[in-house]
């Protein structure tokens, strides 16, 4: 069964920083385009990063450029990681963790229906 288990959201302050991660397992992801999406209420899901099979191409949405980097260690269960910096309250939201099967190029990975596998999410909350 594959499963994708985020991890690492919570309360921080404007300006602060949260790592976050998500762990794929079930199957072998190792070659295939991942991504993180966020959903704040009342809204749309929204696209933030992606990164390729090997972490060599990423893609950011414009609304974190220079402040999150994401990247990837698949030598644990594919695990991703999005590092977000400099936190802003327009930040607060579920933030979930997906998956293609597919090695797309991560500027064609932006939208939730390219993505396979998702996780349940983990809430960031940004306080001012």
């Known amino acids: 069964q594959v499963q994708l288990v985020e991890s690492g959201g919570g309360l921080v302050q404007a300006g602060g920083s949260l790592r976050l991660s998500c762990a794929a397992s079930?199957?072998?992801?190792?070659?295939?385009?991942m991504g993180w999406f966020r959903q704040a209420p009342g809204k749309e899901r929204e696209f933030v990063a992606a990164i390729n099979w090997n972490g060599t191409s990423t893609y950011y949405a414009d609304s974190v450029k220079g402040r999150f980097t994401i990247s990837r260690d698949n030598a644990k269960n594919t695990t991703v990681y999005p590092q977000m910096n400099s936190l802003k309250p327009e930040d607060t939201a579920v933030y979930y963790c997906a998956t293609t099967v597919r090695n797309l190029r991560p500027v064609l990975a932006t939208t939730p229906e390219r993505f396979d596998y998702w996780g349940q999410g983990t809430q960031v909350t940004v306080s001012s």
């Open positions: 079930g199957r072998t992801f190792t070659s295939y385009t």
